[in-house]
């Protein structure tokens, strides 16, 4: 095989720059013109994720290679100065070999060995198998109508961006290959945060990873894979870098005569065990029944009613920010950002074991000083927790209510029935939309430490909510006399928390500002 498609040279990444051109570069010029890029425009959220990751690599291994460990100070310079073009060009020229898509004895993020070995050198499987939006096997999404037998070629940036997205957030499940069952990618089934500045040299300050031992070496500093590798037991992630490129399927992508791709040899790959003292640094968690839990997308609720799981928890236990929004606001402070916006971008993919759901792509922009201090985090936390209790308690009384409109209402199957109608309809929609409108006035006051009016502004806001979704329900259960009289007798209850968010506040207390 005559290696082809080098990475420092092909365009593959998709990158957006300021004067609103989107256009794919090669890491080289990627690196040389990151001043000038605002973003990447990677369209599919596994893989933007995955491109970001694979950059803070190379950023993370560049600047070891060239300037050994850094501080915040360091970080600070690159982000008002630009990062050390001569550094990234140095280390990604000394590994050029390692970055060809198409090689025979170590093509990128693949495993050369499936070529020879017995249980995959004469079993291809279609393209797909690694694209988490298509079908494949027995798993079809709506509107895909790719073939397993004859699966249309694509071009090969396309196939290494759907290849990155995969081995990130593969789920785990069968593979049949090697072994019958491989572990997740690092980020299954994660909504995975990463901050984001004006360009791409400034988001790759913000959520560098701060310098660490030697042995965190990313997936093309190593020695190719073989069969023992793929064989052996999980392993613990070494760090940041690993855990950016670890090939959590071993794959091997085979160019057609015209430069495509079509077909790839697939096994289980390097598994990746569970470290519950390090965590994947752009993972969060949330509070669960028992314990915390990987932050996810859930069908139909809005990302804000997460973002108590995105800024810090002085005791831990109602929540563990992913590590990156740290590295961030450490960086922040040390430009004296406190009264600046930070951008987050939160995307990923849900599955359910090996069940992919949905994903998506959400920015949202937080005070920066937020993401640094315990006591306003907590402020914030307390007020969504309202709208939280709020809902639940509109929800029960609406539960019983349309329960007193059917037969039997006394009856638990009839309450079950009343409430999966419920759950069906739009009331948790109308009332957390309404209540989104007023999130960035509430996110600003918070920020300004202005916690009086941070409570009157959201307490306002929750009865416009609560209002607007009432008037729902009352549409939604029609006019019959039993509608109405199941109605007159829930009007009281509902009156009566409307009233709780009617009285005046009286010397709330104040959240402490993190730059007092």
């Known amino acids: 095989m005559i290696p082809s498609f080098n990475l420092l040279n092909s365009s593959w990444l998709p990158v957006r720059f300021a004067d609103g051109r989107v256009c794919d570069v090669g890491l080289l010029e990627l690196f040389e013109r990151a001043g000038e890029i605002n973003a990447l425009a990677e369209t599919a959220p596994p893989s933007l994720i995955a491109e970001y990751r694979l950059l803070l690599a190379i950023t993370h291994r560049a600047l070891t290679w060239a ?54 050198r004469d079993r291809q499987k279609p393209w797909t198998q690694i694209s988490l939006a298509s079908a494949n096997g027995n798993a079809p999404v709506v509107f895909d109508h790719s073939c397993d037998l004859l699966p249309a070629p694509i071009m090969p940036a396309q196939a290494l961006r759907t290849l990155l997205g995969f081995l990130q957030f593969t789920p785990g499940g069968l593979v049949k290959a090697l072994r019958d069952s491989d572990k997740a990618g ?37 020695a190719p894979a073989q069969r023992r590798d793929l064989l052996a037991e999980p392993s613990l992630a070494s760090g940041a870098n690993d855990r950016y490129t670890r090939p959590s399927r071993a794959v091997l992508l085979l160019e057609t005569e015209a430069g495509q791709v079509q077909w790839l040899r697939f096994a289980a790959g390097i598994a990746l065990g569970d470290d519950p003292n390090a965590p994947d640094p752009m993972a969060s968690y949330r509070a669960g029944s028992n314990s915390l839990v990987r932050l996810s997308f859930t069908e139909g609720r809005a990302l804000w009613r997460d973002l108590p799981a ?6 831990g236990k109602a929540c563990q920010p992913a590590a990156v929004l740290g590295w961030a606001a450490n960086l922040n402070a040390q430009l004296g950002r ?3 916006e930070q951008p987050l971008l939160v995307a990923g993919l849900a599955s359910d074991q090996a069940k992919l759901l949905r994903w998506r ?22 007020e969504v927790r309202r709208a939280e209790a709020l809902h639940e308690q509109i929800r029960n009384l609406a539960t019983t209510m349309l329960a007193e409109t059917m037969p039997d209402p006394r009856s638990k199957d009839t309450r079950a029935r009343a409430r999966a109608v ?41 009865l416009q909510a609560a209002e607007g979704c009432w008037e ?34 009286s010397n709330p207390e104040k959240p402490k500002e993190a730059h007092a």
């Open 338 to 340: 406190y009264d600046e």
């Open 310 to 315: 995105l800024v810090p928890d002085a005791e």
């Open 472 to 505: 729902g329900l009352r549409r939604t259960l029609g006019q019959s006399p039993l509608a109405l009289r199941a109605e007159a007798r829930a009007w009281p209850r509902f009156r009566a928390l409307l009233r709780e968010l009617r009285p005046a506040v």
């Open 361 to 382: 792509c959400e920015q949202i922009a937080l005070p920066a000083v937020l993401l640094a201090d315990a006591g306003l985090a907590g402020f914030l936390r307390s």
């Open 186 to 222: 690092p980020l299954a089934n994660s909504a995975a945060a990463l901050p984001v500045g004006a360009t791409l040299q400034q988001t790759l300050c913000l959520a560098l990873h701060p310098a660490s031992n030697q042995d965190d070496l990313p997936t093309w500093e190593r």
């Open 422 to 462: 419920l759950e069906a309809g739009a009331s948790a929609a109308t009332f957390f939309a309404i209540a989104e409108r007023c999130l960035p006035m509430l996110l600003r006051l918070i920020g300004e430490g202005d916690g009086e009016g941070a409570h009157r502004h959201w307490l306002d806001c929750l």
């Open 67 to 120: 300037h050994g460990p850094w501080k915040d100070r360091d970080r600070a310079r690159w982000y008002r100065e630009g990062l050390p073009r001569d550094a990234l060009r140095d280390y990604l020229e000394h590994w050029r070999e390692r970055f060809w898509l198409f090689h025979p004895e170590q093509p990128f993020m693949q495993v050369a060995a499936l070529a020879t070995l017995e249980e995959t």
